[in-house]
């Protein structure tokens, strides 16, 4: 059963940078399509960025292009999303996600079956 962990959300001031982590139980990182998502009070949840781990190629939400950035570490099991020029409308809770094998990214939340419980990432104005 595959778990997927994230850390390194917190508090930052608008314009700051954050990076936060998805760390993966087993090795997970071959031919998988990896997502981050988030969720704010209220609003519905966006997909923001995706990667399809066999190719590199990678996906961005609008809202986020240009200033976040999804990566992975195949040796680290780790997903990371970079996340720089934050604003308020950032303050969210982050989560990664994976779906099965050989699914592409398609941008949207379709198929993914394995999510991590989230962490919560603040940015104040």
């Known amino acids: 059963q595959v778990q997927l962990v994230e850390s390194g959300g917190g508090s930052v001031e608008a314009g700051g940078s954050l990076r936060v982590s998805c760390q993966a139980s087993?090795?997970?990182?071959?031919?998988?399509?990896m997502g981050w998502f988030r969720q704010a009070p209220g609003k519905e949840r966006e997909g923001i960025a995706q990667?399809?781990?066999?190719?590199?190629?990678?996906y961005y939400a609008d809202s986020v292009k240009g200033r976040f950035t999804i990566s992975q570490d195949n040796v680290k099991n780790t997903l990371y999303l970079e996340m720089n020029s934050l604003n308020a409308e950032d303050t969210a809770t982050y989560y990664c996600a994976a779906k099965p094998r050989f699914r592409s990214c398609t941008g949207g939340a379709t198929d993914f079956n394995y999510w991590g419980q989230g962490t919560q990432v603040t940015v104040s104005s």
């Open positions: 990667i399809y781990t066999g190719d590199g190629s990678t």
């Open positions: 087993v090795y997970i990182f071959s031919s998988r399509c």
